[in-house]
């Protein structure tokens, strides 16, 4: 006999008591840890036409749309600090500096 996945279970037993709040908010902590959420989405979306849970469905698919996108938004990187292109030919100007400092130090010490 195999077990039910945790999924599976937490969605049966939100099916079985489907007017408690708390079942739904059980299965949605599990889905955000798990990466599940668009099974949870798919699940809800399945019962949007149901005559008797048609309605609340909608809401709770809305919910997890709401949720998932804050998920996204929260996990969105920013872009990296630009450097100001005045640092940037600083920096090319030294380096141009050394370079040539180091260059007229070779040829001076050929030449003696």
Request: aromatic share 8%; hydrophobic share 45%.
């Amino acid at each position: 006999m195999s077990e039910l996945d945790p999924f599976d279970a937490l969605w049966a037993a939100v099916l079985e008591g489907w007017s408690e709040d708390k079942r739904h908010h059980a299965i949605l902590d599990y889905a955000i840890k798990n990466e599940r959420m668009p099974d949870l989405a798919g699940r809800y979306k399945s019962l949007t036409l149901d005559a008797e849970k048609g309605e609340s469905a909608t809401k709770k698919l809305n919910g997890v749309v709401i949720a998932t996108t804050h998920m996204l938004i929260s996990m969105k990187s920013t872009k990296p600090a630009k450097t100001a292109w005045h640092w940037n030919m600083l920096i090319m100007g030294l380096c141009f500096a050394i370079v040539a400092y180091v260059g007229l130090k070779v040829v001076v010490m050929r030449g003696r």
